[in-house]
């Protein structure tokens, strides 16, 4: 009786649906990691196909010691300037600079392994969860950071443009031309919230309907309490001294982390300017927007790319692409243990 009644319609019906489910879940999983995983494997056959494993091994062997440690001391201060970045746009709380350092190479690495930049939201969690920094204060502080970036590479894009003569394909020009565009844009329309927030809030509480919805939905209250404590922390931070230090600090930020792409390129035995090194680091930087898991296939594009504009060859370009990711992989993982190990101990000491 039991085997019949488990096996009657409405059972049926329920075991499908749970089996539907499960099917549409993993579906959506194996589309979500799809582009990611399969991106690198295309990149890496179309750049790769013709040049031999060997080859990328010797160049790694041949290396020189000394330009690749000089690469990791410029990869480190870049590290530091960036902590030191984020320290003076955090304002609810002061930071120790170590601990703050160790969070942020954190970041770092979860960013670099994460797909699609899905990993710049690690580091508001891990300061909330180490510093005990407020959410608002570090989305601010995160966003101040990146548009920073922005801006700098912008520049950058523009000196190279006119002190450089590339051979930009008119595909590359267009996409070159979109960022900057789409970058202003994004700059422009900040500049502009800013400047009319508290019309927009007048405007907003006049409508009547929407004002007592406002009231009614504890949701949106929520939503608005943080919100407002966001919009907050950017008041904070709209200070002249910040942005001046702000400013200071990226600047020393990018020309630690294009001294150390250029020192990696000599390391593994190329001659190349460092004007020239620039150019490929912003184009290897631009071409994150399609980052794959560990930044494998977008990197490699990237510097590619990079390399092919001033005037390598593709077998070198394929070379010194794959091996720079290495050696930077190695940088990132030798900062990310000191990090982790140190910043745990730290934990033990205090209880």
């Given at each position: 009786?039991?085997i019949?009644f488990?096996?009657?319609k409405?059972?049926l019906?329920?075991?499908?649906?749970?089996f539907e489910?499960?099917?549409?879940?993993?579906?959506?999983?194996?589309?979500k990691?799809?582009?990611?995983?399969?991106?690198?494997?295309?990149?890496?056959?179309?750049?790769?196909?013709k040049?031999?494993?060997?080859?990328?091994?010797?160049?790694?062997?041949?290396?020189?010691?000394?330009?690749?440690?000089?690469?990791?001391?410029?990869?480190?201060a870049?590290?530091?300037?960036?902590?030191?970045?984020?320290?003076?746009?955090?304002h609810?709380?002061?930071p120790?600079?170590?601990?703050?350092?160790?969070?942020?190479?954190?970041?770092?690495?979860?960013?670099?392994?994460?797909?699609?930049?899905?990993?710049e939201?690690?580091?508001?969690?891990?300061?909330?969860?180490?510093?005990?920094?407020?959410?608002?204060?570090?989305?601010?502080?995160l966003?101040?950071?990146?548009?920073?970036?922005y801006?700098?590479?912008i520049?950058?894009?523009?000196v190279?443009?006119?002190?450089?003569k590339?051979?930009?394909?008119?595909?590359?020009n267009?996409?070159?031309?979109?960022?900057?565009?789409?970058?202003l844009?994004?700059?422009?329309?900040f500049?502009?919230?800013?400047?009319?927030?508290?019309?927009?809030?007048v405007?907003?509480?006049?409508r009547?309907?929407?004002?007592?919805?406002?009231?009614?939905?504890?949701?949106?209250?929520?939503?608005?309490?943080?919100?407002?404590?966001?919009?907050?922390?950017?008041?904070?931070?709209?200070t002249?001294?910040?942005?001046?230090?702000?400013?200071f600090?990226?600047?020393?930020?990018?020309?630690?982390?294009?001294?150390?792409?250029?020192?990696?390129?000599?390391?593994?035995?190329?001659?190349?300017?460092?004007?020239?090194?620039?150019?490929?680091?912003?184009?290897a930087?631009m071409?994150?927007?399609?980052?794959g898991?560990?930044d494998?296939?977008?990197?490699?594009?990237?510097?590619?790319?990079?390399?092919i504009?001033?005037?390598?060859?593709?077998?070198?370009?394929?070379?010194?692409?794959?091996?720079?990711?290495?050696?930077?992989?190695?940088?990132?993982?030798?900062?990310?243990?000191?990090?982790?190990?140190?910043?745990?101990?730290?934990?033990?000491?205090c209880?």
């Amino acid at each position: 009786m039991r085997i019949r009644f488990i096996f009657q319609k409405p059972y049926l019906s329920y075991v499908a649906m749970i089996f539907e489910n499960y099917r549409q879940a993993l579906i959506k999983n194996i589309v979500k990691w799809l582009f990611p995983v399969a991106l690198p494997c295309i990149i890496f056959w179309l750049l790769f196909s013709k040049t031999q494993p060997e080859v990328f091994w010797v160049a790694l062997k041949n290396a020189s010691f000394p330009w690749l440690a000089l690469g990791f001391i410029m990869y480190s201060a870049n590290q530091v300037f960036r902590t030191l970045r984020f320290q003076c746009l955090i304002h609810a709380v002061k930071p120790d600079t170590q601990q703050l350092f160790r969070v942020q190479s954190l970041y770092i690495f979860f960013n670099y392994m994460l797909p699609f930049r899905t990993g710049e939201a690690a580091y508001i969690y891990l300061a909330k969860r180490h510093l005990n920094i407020p959410v608002a204060n570090g989305i601010s502080s995160l966003v101040a950071a990146r548009m920073s970036d922005y801006f700098l590479l912008i520049v950058c894009c523009v000196v190279i443009t006119f002190c450089m003569k590339l051979n930009i394909t008119p595909l590359i020009n267009m996409l070159m031309k979109g960022g900057i565009t789409f970058s202003l844009v994004i700059i422009a329309s900040f500049l502009l919230f800013r400047k009319r927030r508290n019309k927009f809030f007048v405007w907003m509480k006049e409508r009547r309907s929407f004002h007592t919805l406002w009231q009614k939905s504890k949701l949106i209250q929520k939503f608005s309490g943080e919100f407002q404590k966001i919009i907050q922390s950017f008041r904070e931070i709209c200070t002249v001294r910040i942005a001046l230090q702000t400013a200071f600090y990226t600047l020393f930020t990018w020309l630690c982390i294009f001294l150390a792409f250029y020192m990696i390129t000599r390391g593994l035995g190329y001659s190349v300017g460092f004007l020239p090194m620039i150019a490929v680091s912003v184009i290897a930087v631009m071409s994150r927007a399609f980052q794959g898991i560990a930044d494998l296939g977008s990197h490699e594009i990237g510097w590619f790319g990079g390399l092919i504009l001033i005037g390598f060859s593709g077998k070198d370009a394929s070379i010194v692409s794959f091996s720079s990711h290495i050696i930077i992989l190695c940088y990132m993982l030798l900062v990310t243990v000191y990090s982790k190990v140190t910043l745990f101990s730290k934990k033990a000491l205090c209880r």
